[in-house]
């Protein structure tokens, strides 16, 4: 079994800042692409940042410049810092993890989603 825990969501005012986290458990074998989606009320779940286990990342358009995706290898973790949030950052942000755990192929992984809120 694998499992991804986030943390780190809540309430900031606009121009406020958050950090996500991501931490993966279980038998995993290896971990390659992580990332972080968000959905919002009424609208699909999108790709937020993503990044592979070599560093290469890849961000959305509308959050380039404000957030910025990192991992530790060593500690299966992912980490989202989200600067200068606006209210249409507003959204559940899921972390996903495609991760080889023993004996089964590789999977997509999600996380239960941390609510992130910004607003005055």
């Known amino acids: 079994q694998v499992q991804l825990v986030e943390s780190g969501g809540g309430l900031v005012q606009p121009g406020g800042s958050l950090r996500l986290s991501c931490a993966a458990s279980g038998s995993i074998f290896r971990i390659n692409d992580m990332g972080w989606y968000r959905q919002a009320p009424g609208k699909q779940r999108e790709l937020v940042a993503s990044?592979?286990?070599?560093?290469?990342?890849v961000y959305a358009d509308s959050v380039k410049g404000r957030f910025t995706i990192s991992r530790d290898n060593a500690k299966n973790t992912v980490y989202l810092q989200m600067n200068s949030l606006k209210p249409e950052d507003t959204a559940v942000y899921y972390c996903n993890g495609k991760i080889l755990a023993y004996g089964v192929a590789q999977t997509d992984y999600w996380g239960q989603g941390t609510q992130v809120t910004v607003s005055s």
């Open positions: 990044t592979t286990s070599g560093g290469n990342t």
